[in-house]
């Protein structure tokens, strides 16, 4: 079964930077378009960035946009989201997911804090 693991999360002054991997397994991950969202505390989940299945196709989320560079290694079926810039309001948990089925599968997602 589709099995999404990420990892890179942490805590972060503002201004600094954190790089979120996401290992995929259990389907063509070469084949899928892949996703982050993220969901800050007492807030719906939100679409951060999205990669076609190349990887020659990215959009972000305006408030990302100039800060988060999404890209995958299809070799390594991983996605990642390069994240610079930080402000506290970035805090969230990130999850990737994938699109498969007409079903969201969906990781157990990574804490990204951005405090001093």
């Known amino acids: 079964q589709v099995h999404l693991v990420e990892s890179g999360g942490g805590l972060v002054q503002p201004g600094g930077s954190l790089r979120l991997s996401c290992l995929a397994s259990g389907f063509t991950f070469s084949a899928y378009p892949m996703m982050w969202y993220r969901q800050a505390p007492g807030k719906g989940r939100e679409l951060v960035a999205s990669?076609?299945?190349?990887?020659?196709?990215?959009d972000y989320a305006d408030s990302v946009k100039g800060r988060f560079t999404i890209s995958r290694d299809n070799a390594k079926n991983t996605v990642y989201v390069q994240m610079s810039s930080l402000k506290p309001e970035d805090t969230a948990v990130y999850y990737c997911?994938?699109?498969?089925?007409?079903?969201?599968?969906w990781g157990q997602g990574t804490q990204v804090t951005v405090s001093s």
């Open positions: 990669i076609s299945a190349s990887g020659g196709t990215t």
């Open positions: 997911t994938v699109l498969r089925m007409g079903h969201n599968h």
